[in-house]
T-cell receptor, first 115, second 114 residues
Framework: EAQVTQNPRYLITVTGKKLTVTCSQNMNHEYMSWYRQDPGLGLRQIYY???????DKGDVPEGYKVSRKEKRNFPLILESPSPNQTSLYFC??????????????FGNGTRLTVT | AQSVTQPDIHITVSEGASLELRCNYS??????LFWYVQSPGQGLQLLLKYFSGDTLVQGIKGFEAEFKRSQSSFNLRKPSVHWSDAAEYFCAVVASGGSYIPTFGRGTSLIVHP
């Protein structure tokens, strides 16, 4: 089954403790992206990747890191989480260049709470 | 750069009533347009998309949307809403002649009363 898998679904942590949220897709998609969703603000893009070893900042990249060492994986790293990073996070993927009309496929989300 | 506006933050309808969710975009040429639905506790799922041809597109779950170039709109409709349609709905646009990075509207929360 074609899917985007995020782990964990729920995460509670303390300020400053490094964490990683994993994302994996099995559709051979070139493009992958991370979003955060907050009430009243919709989806805001954190980072995206056009292909392996190619990443770029989205609208709200501060406090986050990503890597794209393999096509299927795109982990989101919070080196020193702060309470303002408490949010619902989504990973998504789609076909890349030349496929503008292909839709995004989303994971089921990771709800992160930073105390 | 393209932008998307969903003017309604919340919409409340009664079960069985018709529904229209508004979406307006800003882009110089004809973009690719998408509607996604987010059910509680779930990720976003594609409802329908438009990229060329017939301006009335059909999607899953009985939804349809109409592209109106003159109004820069891509409104989502359903003739009879079911309680299970209660969800968050997002409109998104992709520039047809450039970056394929989608831009999302802020979403419309649909509340369905029995």
């Amino acid at each position: 089954e074609a899917q985007v898998t995020q782990n964990p679904r729920y995460l509670i942590t303390v300020t400053g403790k490094k964490l990683t949220v994993t994302c994996s897709q099995n559709m051979n998609h070139e493009y992958m992206s991370w979003y955060r969703q907050d009430p009243g603000l919709g989806l805001r893009q954190i980072y995206y990747s056009m292909n392996v070893e190619v990443t770029d900042k989205g609208d709200v990249p501060e406090g986050y890191k990503v890597s794209r060492k393999e096509k299927r994986n795109f982990p989101l790293i919070l080196e020193s989480p702060s309470p303002n990073q408490t949010s619902l996070y989504f990973c998504a993927s789609k076909m890349g260049l030349g496929h503008q009309n292909s839709p995004l496929h989303f994971g089921n989300g990771t709800r992160l709470t930073v105390t | 750069a393209q932008s998307v506006t969903q003017p309604d933050i919340h919409i409340t309808v009664s079960e069985g009533a018709s529904l229209e969710l508004r979406c307006n975009y800003s882009y110089g040429a004809t973009p690719y347009l998408f509607w996604y639905v987010q059910s509680p506790g779930q990720g976003l799922q594609l409802l329908l998309k438009y990229f060329s041809g017939d301006t009335l597109v059909q999607g899953i779950k009985g939804f349809e949307a109409e592209f109106k170039r003159s109004q820069s709109s891509f409104n989502l409709r359903k003739p009879s809403v079911h309680w299970s349609d209660a969800a968050e709905y997002f409109c998104a646009v992709v520039a047809s002649g450039g970056s394929y990075i989608p831009t999302f509207g802020r979403g419309t929360s649909l509340i369905v009363h029995p």
